[in-house]
């Protein structure tokens, strides 16, 4: 009955002592990493110090790595050929058209090894994705790859920013430039907030972020564009009670809710006034629907574009008090902190002119004595 | 006396097989650790292993540098132990499933332990848990599973002839699965990415204590199925029978599933929910060395091994991309499965 | 006294039907947007051209544009379903059978994403969902007859988690494959929603379901019949193997336009039947009309619910396993395993 026989019993017992034993291994003690390149000390996000490479060849990770440091030599990889396509909706793509058309950029590695075959003076800023699973800074450094962290769980806007920036250019061995780019970034609020003059202001519309990708509207989200701290400036929140932002709503909230002014978020303005449902909406009526794109308000960390934004905002919601001056200040941003110049196409382009002539007000953002026409 | 040289000749067959395939197995372990992305000449990735397994080897050869080390020490050991260990759970589980319940459309999942543990997994990245935290919360939701499992079928009058735990195992699951769907529901972008890569079984995130985790249950769990295995041919007669035999069936069943729950737990705790192996590979098996679980399950354990390695040797090697191995499992098992089925038309599965 | 018991059970489908279209009336008063019913009325009468009253645009975008084809397509789904489950039920001889536990909705799933994710107009996403739903069905039939010589009992329902699971599983792969951001898209998909309601899908799913409706009550004494086993229908004169596959594609026609329109809700298609036949009976004669009337009540219910109710709306889908558990466990409870092989 019991019939042991020694090729079946051994088959499986020596494979699961082999395999025992090759897990045993695991227990011994690692080697000790010892850099072969100079290194130097910086305080990553946490204000942790980190052995970082003296001269650093590259950085792994687009990210807002360019408008913090402008440094396009320094980018070593950004990402697949997603990275590729986010990295065209912006502005900078187009001041630094060699790093968009460099297909060795946008070339990823594809796992821990590719990772670990780069150099050693490759740094990896905050996390990679591999394979859907994000691996942050801790678990790399654990592998001998150079990791940051360039800010952690930092709540308020601003400070992420500081850090961000402050970090970045610590590591690229250019810590006067945070000044720089910093000084900028809040001389931006600053204009702003003495045009707008915000604690004058008595009547505040009120402001929603809407998007239905694909027109498909069971995926109809809101943002509340004021939880952003920047826009805050110009907007008011007596949304907060409702909504919750970011998440996917039914279209009768927001007719219950029937803000003041709308922003869409990936949906076309034509098929969004066109559309039966929304014909009550006040919004509808007076036209005060615009549609946003990612090079007016950029990404929610873009520092380069949240003053810019904010702007555009403010503009919109109080044009009694707003003189139009949004033309102006991008050209002049963009020409102070890159030395580019936007020509009046590419301006047309950015605040999305054809899409939102129609729109109430909008004239004030177009071309002084041209052929734009609004309602 | 031909009877007896048939006997005999399937005797050597298996065990022949059986041999090739523990050969095979090992070998296969052992380059899957030398092959990779990174450039390392087979040579000194095989001397860099056999220091690193070797418990009493001298300081390291200065020749090496730390990365090369940091590859096999570090990245390859754990992801192959892990593969290894994935296959090797799927394919003991599967095999004494299918056999214990006489059907060979068994799976893993058979009392709700997949879809617990994937619900556990779920809630601990909705609650932002460390990694660690969430192999736990997994497990536990596994061995939750199976006990809600039980719970149904024995609300059921009827006497636990198997079918009773299949379906509730089956309401249990679905169960699970619009729980795990309500989490992916409520998830943000970040989690829901993370949610939805890990449920389709990935063993990207390979590291010592995920190996640990699936070792013990797997080796102990899977030791424990072997030294019962004969009892297994006695249960695929039916339950008189083997009761005359002498066999405690309702025991043994409870013995089964509950080393099964215990493994299958700790697999989709460290790696996520890989499909279509547990269903696979016993038949494959069976395939090679005939339907006697004295042989055949040792080959279940060391084909799904060898399943699990060749997938992800492909994945590190060949394929530019970190592809989930749920995905690769499902793509590549199910034309395998239904040539089986194809083949098996004629013969009947379970007796009328 | 069995008299009248048994009057009040032939007039359940009345009844039924009566509660249907009230709740549907009623219904049309919840949402998260606040309208009384004596508003709600004069907007009906202002729509339907009678009477002067002043309405806004909103009032009618919403008792016009966004309840009704809601309300509908959930009470739709819910007959569908609940005749579905009812008709397969009768069908396979076996109680615990529903389209979500065959394979039709993962088939159909897995076709409808995959029209997604290729491109494809709505035209294309109901014909794959079809097309799926069907493959998925007529897999798990081959399957169950290759592992045990009966087409029913508990190979049939083992076979359908199986290709089930294949379906998700591929879905799953569909999901990991299309980079461009679908993904949450697929997620509400799954789990079951009618937020997305429009004339389209309502024009859809309402003739889908009443073609296959009709279809399956003009049937309905046949599978009473089917009822009796094989042999003695076959000597009665019914062509048993034609009647199978004319369920079956009704039901898959009927199930699959529901997931593409809807996404996957299950456990309906299980526990209505049981409930009904509670009610009146295992004759399907009066059965089948019960299941879909109550099939269109308990979604109904179902979705207005989380649309007023739950703040973040929960799916569907969510929801009825949530209810469909205990039901089923109850099942469990009150049935013997013997009765499900005959």
Not at chain 2, 170 to 193: H, P, T, Y
Not at chain 3, 317 to 335: C, D, E, N, Q
Request: charged share 15%; aromatic share 10%; hydrophobic share 50%.
């Amino acid at each position: 009955m019991f019939s042991i026989s020694p090729f079946r019993e051994g088959s499986w017992v020596i494979f699961f002592v082999f395999m025992g034993f090759m897990t045993f291994s695991l227990l011994r003690p690692l080697p000790v990493i010892v850099p072969n390149i100079p290194m130097h000390t910086v305080l990553d996000g946490d204000n942790t110090p980190v052995q970082m490479p003296l001269a650093v060849k590259g950085i792994v990770g687009w990210g807002s790595f360019l408008p913090m440091t402008h440094r396009p030599d320094l980018l070593y990889k950004g990402g697949g050929e997603l990275g590729r396509k986010i990295f065209s909706m912006y502005i900078i793509s187009w001041i630094y058209p060699d790093v968009l058309n460099d297909n060795a950029v946008w070339g990823t590695p594809y796992n821990l090894e590719a990772l670990l075959a780069y150099d050693d003076d490759i740094v990896v800023i905050n996390n990679v994705y591999f394979g859907g699973m994000a691996f942050g800074s801790d678990d790399l450094q654990r592998l001998g790859i150079h990791a940051i962290e360039t800010s952690s769980k930092i709540e308020n806007d601003d400070e992420y920013l500081k850090s961000n920036v402050r970090v970045m250019n610590t590591l690229v061995k250019q810590p006067q430039f945070t000044h720089t780019v910093l000084d900028r970034y809040f001389q931006g609020f600053l204009t702003l907030e003495h045009d707008l003059q915000p604690q004058k202001i008595t009547d505040r519309p009120n402001v929603i972020g809407v998007g239905a990708p694909s027109n498909n509207w069971a995926r109809l989200f809101v943002i509340r564009i004021d939880e952003v701290k920047q826009n805050q400036l110009a907007l008011s929140s007596p949304t907060k009670q409702e909504l919750a932002s970011g998440r996917q709503q039914d279209p009768e909230r927001i007719l219950s809710i029937d803000p003041d002014i709308i922003m869409l978020l990936g949906t076309e303005r034509r098929d969004f006034m066109s559309d039966p449902r929304w014909q009550g909406l006040k919004a509808v009526q007076t036209n005060k629907v615009y549609e946003n794109s990612m090079k007016i308000s950029g990404s929610r960390y873009d520092i380069d574009n949240l003053p810019i934004g904010a702007r555009w905002m403010a503009e919109i919601t109080h044009p009694e008090i707003m003189r139009p001056k949004l033309r102006e200040t991008i050209t002049k941003y963009y020409s102070d902190a890159y030395g580019y110049t936007l020509s009046d196409t590419q301006l047309d382009d950015i605040l999305l002119i054809d899409k939102n002539k129609d729109a109430s007000g909008y004239k004030r953002f177009m071309r002084q004595g041209g052929s734009c026409e609004a309602k | 006396m031909r009877q007896n040289d048939k006997a005999i000749s399937s005797y050597i067959k298996s065990n022949g097989i059986l041999t090739i395939l523990t050969a095979i197995t090992v070998i296969s372990v052992i380059a899957s650790l030398c092959i990779g992305t990174y450039p390392l000449p087979f040579s000194k990735a095989f001397e860099i292993m056999m220091h690193f397994i070797w418990p009493w080897s001298s300081d390291y050869n200065t020749e090496w540098t730390a990365k090369e080390i940091i590859i096999i020490e570090l990245i390859r050991m754990p992801r192959v132990l892990l593969a290894v260990f994935v296959g090797v759970a799927l394919g003991i589980s599967g095999t004494a499933l299918q056999g214990m319940m006489r059907n060979p459309l068994v799976g893993p999942d058979l009392v709700g332990v997949a879809s617990g543990a994937a619900f556990g997994g779920v809630l601990a990245v909705m609650m932002d848990m460390s990694s660690y935290t969430m192999v736990i919360m997994a497990f536990g939701g596994g061995m939750m599973g199976m006990v809600m499992t039980f719970a149904l079928a024995s609300l059921s009058k009827s006497e636990s002839n198997g079918m009773t735990l299949i379906l509730s195992g089956i309401f249990v699951g679905a169960f699970l699965m619009a729980c795990v769907g309500l989490g992916q529901f409520f998830a943000n972008d970040g989690q829901l990415n993370e949610i939805t890569f890990w449920l389709l079984g990935t063993l990207t995130r390979a590291n010592e204590e995920r190996v640990w985790t699936i070792a013990i249950p797997t080796l102990v769990g899977g030791s424990a199925l072997m030294f019962i295995r004969w009892r297994l041919n006695i249960l695929s007669l039916n339950d008189t029978d083997a009761m005359s035999l002498g066999i405690n069936v309702r025991l043994i069943r409870w013995v089964i599933i509950s080393i099964v729950a215990w493994i299958v737990a700790s697999q989709v705790a460290v790696s996520g929910i890989v499909a279509w192996i547990g269903l696979v590979i016993p038949h494959f098996a069976r395939m090679l060395v005939g339907p006697d679980h004295r042989s055949l399950l040792p080959a279940s354990a060391l084909l799904g091994a060898l399943f699990v390695l060749a997938i992800d040797a492909l994945t590190r090697t060949v394929i530019q991309e970190e592809i989930p191995i749920g995905v690769l499992t499902t793509l590549i098992g199910t034309p395998i499965i239904i040539l089986i089925f194809w083949k098996k038309q004629t013969k009947g599965w379970i007796s009328d | 006294m069995i008299n009248s018991a048994l009057f009040i059970q032939k007039k359940t489908p009345l009844i039924l039907g009566i509660l249907l279209l009230s709740t549907i009336i009623v219904s049309l008063g919840f949402g998260s947007y606040p309208i009384d019913y004596n508003r709600i009325t004069e907007i009906i009468l202002h729509l339907l051209g009678i009477g002067d009253y002043a309405v806004t645009l909103k009032e009618i975008a919403i008792i016009e544009y966004i309840r009704p084809p809601r309300i509908l397509v959930a009470t739709l789904s819910g007959i569908a379903l609940g005749v579905s489950g009812a008709a397969l039920q009768g069908m396979m001889r076996n109680p615990l059978v529903e389209p979500n536990l065959v394979g039709v909705t993962g088939g159909a799933a897995f076709g409808g994403v995959l029209a997604i994710v290729i491109g494809l107009a709505q035209a294309g996403t109901i014909l794959l969902s079809f097309i799926g739903g069907l493959g998925a069905l007529l897999s798990t039939f081959t399957l169950a007859k290759i592992m045990n010589l009966r087409s029913d009992g508990i190979a049939l329902i083992m076979a359908g988690f199986f290709v089930g699971s294949f379906c998700l599983a591929g879905v799953g792969f569909l999901e990991f494959y299309d980079k461009s951001g679908a993904l949450p898209n697929i997620v509400y998909w799954l789990l079951g929603t009618f937020r997305g309601a429009d004339f389209t899908k309502l024009l859809l799913i309402s003739t889908t379901t009443l073609i296959g409706l009709t279809v399956i009550i003009l049937l309905r004494w046949r599978i009473n019949l089917l009822s009796l086993g094989d042999v003695d229908a076959m000597a009665i004169g019914i062509d048993t193997r034609k009647l199978r596959w004319i369920i079956i594609i009704i039901v898959t026609f009927m199930v699959s336009s529901q997931v593409a329109v809807s996404g996957i809700i299950g456990w309906v298609g299980l526990i209505v039947p049981h409930i009904a036949r509670m009610l009146v009976g295992p004759d399907h004669r009066l059965l089948l009309p019960t299941s879909a009337l109550l099939g269109g009540l308990f979604v109904l219910g179902l979705d207005t619910i989380t649309r007023s109710v739950t703040q973040g709306e929960i799916p569907v889908g969510v929801l009825s396993a949530f209810i469909g558990t205990p039901i089923v466990s109850f099942i469990f409870w009150k049935t013997k395993t013997k009765g499900w092989n005959e």
